[in-house]
């Protein structure tokens, strides 16, 4: 258990619909990073938050957007969903920017 | 566009054996390198490879950093089944801590 929390631990939803996946970072830690992992794409980058602040963008999709709250708590927002958003979605948090990174149990996204 | 490549694809070895799996990378602004172990869900951390540490050794696990050949290994030895897993490499650049994940190596061991 790395003491990264996330929540659901699945869901399922329609195209066109939109999900919102939560996650809670170990205590401590300041940042806070979104992944997916899919099977032909596998785990990819999507961003990254330090504090509160954005901190650094890889493939996100225009549809999806996200945000860490005062309390450090992080959200994932996936709008307008297609299938092939259908995935496991990782939260990641470190003490730092460049600290190493633990990973969160996955929040898996069927959409249907 | 950072890269890195994991090899062999798959891997199936017996009890007992040893096992070398390979990983490369093309990182801007590189920093480190991490080891990861993946079974059922989240990627567990194995290691972190910098330049000022290049050989993490951890119990039956070790792993090597060669900065000039832009390549890490990780080795197994006295393999047993709970080493059966995904083993995920992936480089981390300067700026962000943003990491570029390799496509992995499934590990199977029988006993």
């Known amino acids: 258990d790395s003491g990264v929390t996330q929540t659901p631990k699945h869901l399922i939803t329609a195209t066109g619909q939109r999900v919102t996946l939560r996650c809670s970072p170990r205590s401590g830690d300041l940042s806070v990073y979104w992944y997916q992992q899919s099977l032909d794409q596998g785990l990819q980058f999507l961003i990254q938050?330090?504090?509160?602040?954005?901190?650094a963008k890889g493939n996100i999709l225009e549809r999806f957007s996200a945000q860490q709250f005062p309390d450090l708590h992080s959200e994932l927002n996936l709008s307008s969903l297609e299938l092939g958003d259908s995935a496991l979605y990782f939260c990641?948090?470190?003490?730092?920017?460049?600290?190493?990174?633990?990973f969160g149990p996955g929040t898996r996204l069927l959409v249907l | 566009e950072d890269k890195v490549v994991q090899s062999p694809l798959s891997l199936v070895v017996h009890e007992g054996d040893t096992v070398t799996l390979n990983c490369s990378y093309e990182?801007?602004?590189?920093?480190?390198l991490l080891w990861y172990k993946q079974e059922k869900k989240a990627p567990t951390f194995l290691f972190m490879l910098?330049?000022?540490?290049i050989e993490k050794k951890s119990g039956r696990l070790s792993s090597i950093l060669d900065k000039k050949e832009l390549s890490s290994i990780l080795n197994i030895t006295a393999t047993q089944t709970g080493d059966s897993a995904i083993y995920l490499c992936?480089?981390?650049?300067?700026?962000?801590?943003?990491?570029?994940f390799g496509g992995g190596t499934r590990l199977m061991v029988k006993p």
């Open positions: 990641a948090s470190s003490v730092t920017v460049w600290e190493t990174q633990y």
């Open positions: 938050y330090y504090n509160g602040e954005e901190r």
């Open positions: 992936a480089g981390a650049e300067n700026a962000g801590n943003m990491l570029t």
């Open positions: 990182v801007t602004n590189f920093r480190s």
């Open positions: 910098t330049s000022s540490g």
